[in-house]
């Protein structure tokens, strides 16, 4: 199934969604070895993952290291959705960037 990633309202409402059926962020996360990064480490592949409106700054420098792993257009385009949720998600209140595992 892989991955599922939303901007969420406060209540829990999908606002935006993009699915990563072929594990993609898991590879590059995988790959850009995120050990020592302080929000992609803790992205859980089985459970859920919950990203506020404070974690995201960090979240999105942790995004931007990533991208010297980019294999593929593919794995661009779900890295600039997700940013695009990010980005969103910082400039307005009661939001958060949900990420669904397996």
Same mark, same amino acid.
Do not use: W
């Given at each position: ?6 901007? !969420? ?64 257009? !593919? ?28």
């Amino acid at each position: 199934m892989g991955l599922r990633i939303y901007l !969420e309202g406060e209540r829990g409402e999908k606002i935006a969604s993009v699915n990563d059926p072929h594990h993609l962020l898991r590879k590059l996360i995988k790959e850009g070895d995120v050990s020592n990064m302080c929000c992609l480490r803790f992205i859980d592949p089985y459970g859920n993952t919950t990203f506020n409106r404070l974690q995201i700054p960090q979240f999105l420098m942790e995004l931007e290291i990533l991208h010297r792993f980019i294999k593929g257009t !593919e794995q661009s385009a779900l890295i600039s959705k997700i940013e695009e949720f990010a980005h969103r998600c910082a400039q307005e209140p009661h939001l958060y960037l949900k990420i669904y595992g397996d």
